[in-house]
């Protein structure tokens, strides 16, 4: 990777209900194994998102409850970070959409868009509701989608099909909340002009047919080659970031301006900007170093109900302001994830909540799951049988077993002779063939592939450990039972980097094992690569105990029937 600096900006959760694994495969874990990475290469890697407090979901939930929108924000966004330190995702900035720097550059950037010609007023209808006599956002609506005709689909996409709905276009749409029918009623709004910037967002998404995923790629083209059309960008609500309006004429104010708030689509994704500027401000950093360095690559991480706003709607926004700010290099989305063969679904009673079960397995065998079966390409599914099956099978068996078998073997019978040996050729270069194979899929976002690489690594390890059989050496020929434990010795170390991003926890311990200190990465050292570790180096712990522990039925049980 020849990136001077990276940007990583994973997708905000919305703050109204509990982290689960659909947010932990969608954007959480990704993010966080690319960045750790990125970060171990020694490349200057940001990493930011917070939490999206705006929009109609946090108001459905707030009106159910009873509570106000601010109410409910200030009780979950500590329960995010509460996950994100669980699981160790390590941001730069994990901020939020209610700071006054998201405000003032989120108001810049459609003052920068209005300025341009690429911001529009006109009327037009949205859905009314004559029982509680007031305009509904798209969120309190639901209906058939006219696509596929899935029934309780939202306004203005479709979790079915994955396609947006245009306003009108629902069939038979009624209230979220009273279930009453909703008609369509005049009303004034902002829209960015698509087609003004349609030819352009074109060109900018052909220049990456290559690079990024096929499916993403063509699922994108084919939205914008069936037209784009103006987006409405405001909606009558009383809770978001507010209209500038003092700092437009007079003649393009729209009618009850005061009332109405920017639609969460067009203000969240504006985080990512926000968010850096934040940060660096904090750092006494300039962010254009970020925005306007074209050798630094932003990487997008989010689910794929979340893909036109990120390769379409977002680059817009970006090419508008004319500011030449960096656009998405790589959008890293994957597909749904779901759970015993069915769609997550809180209402359905079909959620695995993220702190509940890091709480009973530990957060390195949920990361360390998902990214086995991360839905790259294809919806993944999270089953209970599998799952036990895979931690015992490749993270207890084979990964933990290996590491585990090489320690104990070195510190009963060799550890006190603090020996050096001779590194085999072929294991050198099996480890080196490793790291690159790694590396090179992570820079390429393929993780389960990576993983698979690593798990492969440690079968050899096992293979390698089996077939020189370092127990017998030890009582003929000694020297050759020093060189086979040095060499498992360097494989173990190996591992220990190598799945670093993966399953940062398990790779501290293992440093804490050995006497060593954790890895710390660097800006401008490389430390993803192999790198002899001599043995007087390594200081045991008193007490070996494995690094993973091993999951019985019971325990699967005993989590499944207390949610």
């Not at 990456?208 to 069936?226: L, R, Y």
Request: hydrophobic letters at 35%; one cysteine or more.
């Amino acid at each position: 990777m020849n990136s001077q600096k990276i940007l990583v900006c994973a997708a905000w959760p919305y703050v109204n209900g509990d982290i689960h694994i659909g947010h932990l495969a969608g954007y959480f874990i990704p993010a966080d194994i690319f960045t750790r990475f990125c970060r171990l290469k020694g490349i200057d890697t940001v990493f930011v998102s917070g939490s999206d407090c705006h929009g109609t979901p946090i108001t459905v939930e707030a009106d159910k409850r009873g509570i106000t929108a601010k109410e409910l924000v200030s009780e979950y966004i500590p329960k995010v970070h509460e996950i994100i330190e669980q699981y160790g995702i390590d941001y730069s900035l994990f901020t939020s959409t209610i700071t006054d720097n998201h405000k003032k550059v989120t108001q810049e950037v459609f003052l920068n868009l209005f300025k341009n010609g690429y911001i529009i007023k006109k009327k037009s209808q949205q859905y009314y509701s004559e029982s509680d006599n007031k305009f509904l956002p798209d969120r309190y609506v639901e209906g058939e989608c006219p696509f596929c005709h899935a029934k309780g689909q939202r306004a203005d996409q479709c979790e079915v099909c994955g396609r947006t709905i245009g306003l009108g276009e629902l069939i038979e749409p009624y209230s979220k909340l009273t279930k009453a029918p909703v008609t369509l009623k005049e009303t004034e709004h902002y829209f960015v002009d698509f087609p003004k910037l349609e030819n352009s967002i074109k060109e900018y998404v052909l220049n990456h047919e290559n690079a990024w995923k096929d499916w993403v790629f063509k699922e994108t083209i084919g939205f914008i080659n069936e037209g784009l059309q103006e987006r409405a960008i405001t909606r009558d609500l009383d809770w978001g970031v507010e209209i500038p309006v003092d700092e437009l004429p007079e003649n393009q104010r729209i009618e009850f301006a005061g009332s109405k708030r920017f639609y969460v689509w067009f203000d969240a994704v504006i985080g990512y900007l926000s968010a850096t500027i934040e940060y660096c401000n904090s750092k006494n950093l300039d962010y254009k170093d970020y925005w306007n360095n074209k050798d630094c690559l932003h990487y997008y991480f989010m689910g794929q109900d979340n893909l036109t706003f990120h390769t379409i709607f977002w680059p817009g926004q970006l090419i508008g302001q004319n500011l030449y700010y960096n656009l998405p290099y790589f959008p890293s989305i994957v597909k749904f994830l779901n759970a015993n063969g069915q769609k997550l679904s809180k209402s359905r009673g079909n959620i695995i909540d993220a702190k509940q079960v890091a709480n009973h397995f530990g957060a390195d065998a949920i990361r360390f799951y998902i990214t086995s079966i991360l839905p790259e390409n294809k919806e993944g599914n999270w089953d209970w049988t599998d799952f036990k099956n895979t931690i015992n099978a490749e993270l207890v068996g084979n990964i933990g077993n290996f590491v585990h078998r090489v320690l104990t073997f070195y510190k009963n019978k060799l550890s006190a002779e603090k020996f050096e040996a001779e590194l085999d050729s072929a294991v050198e270069t099996k480890i080196n063939e490793t790291f690159t194979v790694v590396s090179d899929l992570l820079e390429k976002n393929q993780f389960v592939a990576a993983l698979n690489e690593v798990k492969k690594f440690s079968t050899y390890g096992n293979q390698y450990f089996d077939y020189n059989k370092p127990w017998e050496k030890l009582k003929l020929a000694p020297q050759e039972a020093n060189k086979i434990i040095f060499n498992c010795l360097q494989i173990v170390n190996s591992l220990r980097i190598l799945f670093y991003p993966f399953i940062p926890e398990a790779s501290h311990r293992l440093s804490n094992t050995l006497g060593l200190t954790n890895l710390n990465p660097t800006p401008g050292t490389n430390q993803f690569q192999f790198t002899s570790l001599p043995l007087t180096d390594i200081n045991l712990v008193e007490n070996l105990v494995p690094l993973f522990k091993k999951l019985e039925e019971t325990d699967v049980e005993a989590f499944t029937a207390s949610v």
